[in-house]
């Protein structure tokens, strides 16, 4: 079965700096997609940046961007020029093409004024 | 655009009683949507998958006869909690995937804004 961990549960970053996130996953699949999705108090679940494993490319989104290595199933998530309202619980999540999602645990960035 | 909508945003109900939960997608068709449970500080737990015009698929765990779900057009799908308890209170997400979108988003799914259940 898939897995999906996040290991840091809270993380902090000074307004205009660079955090890094951290995800790693498990699967036995070759192709599947991973995710990032913020969700800021309102609870509405964002989408930030999507990366299908069979490019070799990292994807970028902005401010956003992944380091995403598949042979060490890892997925992490640099948010760069870190803003006040980047401020939400991040979520890494799984699909293996079913668009059945697997999320894992959360970390929670605050950005510090 | 893939705008999904959830209603109610907020509601309370007693113990014992059932309440219905809509996800609706409101610029697209959803032949598959999906029903999440969120835990206080918690991740989202997958109940179901909703497909339109056949039974819902229940995660390994889940109450078939609790949670109902009925996905009977191709932008609406209901969770009904029967028979609901003070530990069913909890943050319920809905998401859609997209059908009728071109081109494909890429296994993306769409969320609605979630509703919150209090059971008293």
């Known amino acids: 079965a898939q897995t999906v961990t996040q290991s840091q549960p809270e993380m902090s970053v000074q307004e205009a700096e660079t955090v890094t996130l951290s995800c790693t996953y498990d699967t036995s699949e070759n192709n599947y997609y991973l995710f990032w999705y913020k969700q800021p108090p309102s609870r509405q679940m964002i989408l930030v940046i999507r990366q299908e494993a069979y490019k070799q490319q990292n994807a970028t989104e902005n401010r956003f961007s992944v380091n995403f290595q598949k042979a060490a199933k890892s997925f992490s998530l640099k948010i760069s020029d870190s803003q006040l309202g980047d401020t939400a619980m991040y979520f890494c999540a799984f699909s293996e093409g079913t668009y059945k999602y697997i999320f894992g645990t959360g970390t929670r960035l605050k950005v510090l004024a | ?120």
């Open chain 2, 1 to 120: 655009g893939a705008v999904v909508s959830q209603h109610p945003s907020w509601v309370i109900c007693k113990s014992g009683t059932s309440v219905k939960i809509e996800c609706r997608s409101l610029d697209f068709q959803a032949t598959t949507m999906f029903w999440y449970r969120q835990f206080p500080k918690q991740s989202l737990m997958l109940m179901a998958t909703s497909n339109e015009g056949s039974k819902a698929t229940y995660e390994q765990g889940v109450e078939k006869d609790k949670f109902l779900i009925n996905h009977a057009s191709l932008t609406l799908s209901t969770l009904t909690v029967t028979s609901a308890h003070p530990e069913d209170s909890s943050f319920y997400i809905c998401s859609a995937r997209a059908t009728n979108r071109s081109p494909d988003s890429g296994n993306t799914i769409y969320f609605g804004e979630g509703s919150w259940l209090t059971v008293v």
